[in-house]
């Protein structure tokens, strides 16, 4: 059987459909996980105590490259742990920590937004508050399946009355045309409103920033939202024509949570465990920046 990781070293072109992003942006992923990886083992080792020489003991059974290459795998097409350690020639087991390790520091050096790429530093916080002003943003949500829970009281709070079963609702905040996402707000209750979230998160930005939804966001001032028709009537042929506009616009938020969902951990019921949930949904996001060169972070860092 022949590794995914092989495939896409012998076929570059494969790289997309198999991991999510292409060979180049692979390689790139890899050296910044190789880097982080080895601060990681250095932090490590100076705080362990010795029993046996520095360099000896059991070698590792996967190189940087192949850790970061099954991480996106198992990201990207979503198969079991049994299948993923075939792939790879590992067990189960160690399919499964090998993953959650290199998961771990995809998360540390892809930024899931503008806002999070940007947040440590206050004066790049604030340009970009005043950046962001001069465009509309354009704001949605999407939801994914849960497990259902064990608990009655927790299975009404994560039931959608929209979706019909138990979800995790993410908010998107992106640029127009779906450029890059500026902010996300992950895994929230399912039984909350598009409304509410919103405004749960709208301290983030400066108190003159514009942004455009659908009819779920009618009512709050700050968002252009489509007419609605009133019951028992019709809108004008003006109105209609407004709302077609305003769709063409906001298209943007619906093709970037498209690319998201092109991993499909990131689209189908949700398996793992739950408190993963934001770890992996953010690390998919980074990705999606990847895919999209949108994180200028990374060529300072190489």
């Known amino acids: 059987m022949t590794s995914p990781l092989v495939r896409i070293e012998s076929h570059p072109q494969s790289a997309k459909r198999l991991s999510g992003i292409n060979y180049e942006q692979f390689m790139t992923l890899v050296v910044l996980a190789e880097q982080r990886h080895n601060q990681k083992q250095t932090e490590i080792q100076k705080n362990k105590v010795r029993l046996i020489a520095p360099g000896g003991g059991r070698k590792s059974e996967m190189s940087p490259k192949e850790g970061v290459c099954l991480c996106l795998v198992y990201l990207r097409q979503k198969p079991t742990f049994d299948i993923l350690g075939l792939l790879f020639d590992i067990s189960k087991t160690k399919a499964n920590d090998a993953f959650n390790y290199w998961v771990k520091i995809l998360r540390e050096i892809l930024p899931a937004s503008q806002m999070e790429e940007v947040e440590k530093d206050s004066q790049k916080y604030q340009e970009l508050r ?77 108190c003159e920033q514009k942004f455009i ?90």
């Open 130 to 206: 005043k950046i962001l002003c001069e465009h509309e943003l354009i704001v949605d949500s999407a939801e994914q399946a849960i497990e259902r829970p064990v608990d009655y009281q927790e299975q009404k709070q994560h039931y959608s009355g929209k979706k019909k079963m138990h979800t995790l609702k993410n908010q998107f905040i992106v640029l127009p045309n779906g450029e890059d996402i500026v902010d996300i707000y992950i895994g929230n209750l399912g039984k909350t409103s598009d409304i509410n979230l919103f405004r749960e998160t709208q301290g983030k930005f400066d």
């Open 213 to 302: 939804g659908d009819k779920a966001y009618i009512g709050e001032s700050t968002i252009t939202t489509p007419y609605k028709k009133p019951r028992k009537k019709e809108i004008s042929e003006l109105q209609k024509k407004e709302n077609q506009q305003l769709s063409s616009r906001r298209i943007g938020v619906e093709h970037l949570i498209g690319k998201v969902k092109i991993f499909r951990v990131a689209s189908e019921k949700f398996r793992l465990a739950r408190h993963k949930y934001s770890q992996v949904i953010m690390t998919v996001c980074g990705l999606v920046r990847l895919r999209l060169n949108c994180l200028l972070s990374l060529a300072i860092n190489i």
